[in-house]
């Protein structure tokens, strides 16, 4: 049977003020505040728009991993990615 500690236990109230998370998307830096800035952009946006950059972050990703998941990179995967996938999308509407 478990005792009961001494210790007073932290509460994770709504007082304490919000906490940042520390998850990040695919493929983004470990900068929480650039990454929430690409990943989790306005709502407003076409879903076209959102269907592209999703596309764009999964590539990001396989680019890391090709590299053998090696840090620093983040920015170039990026855009890499980017033009990548722009290009594919530029190719199938002009044919």
């Given amino acids: 049977m478990a005792t009961k500690s ?14 940042k998370s520390n998850v990040t998307a695919i ?4 900068n929480v ?3 929430s800035n690409r990943a ?3 709502t407003d946006q076409p879903l076209g ?6 596309e764009i972050r999964i590539r990001a ?6 590299r053998g998941r090696l840090e620093g990179f983040h920015d170039e995967d ?3 990615a980017e033009a990548e996938v722009l290009a594919k ?7």
């Fill in 6 to 19: 001494s210790k007073p236990r932290k509460s994770t109230s709504a007082k304490q003020g919000a906490q």
């Fill in 27 to 30: 493929g983004e830096s470990s």
């Fill in 33 to 35: 505040a650039e990454s």
């Fill in 40 to 42: 989790f952009q306005s």
């Fill in 49 to 54: 728009d959102q269907r592209v950059e999703e």
């Fill in 61 to 66: 990703y396989e680019l890391f991993e090709q």
């Fill in 78 to 80: 990026w855009a890499r």
């Fill in 89 to 95: 999308y530029r190719r199938d509407k002009t044919a």
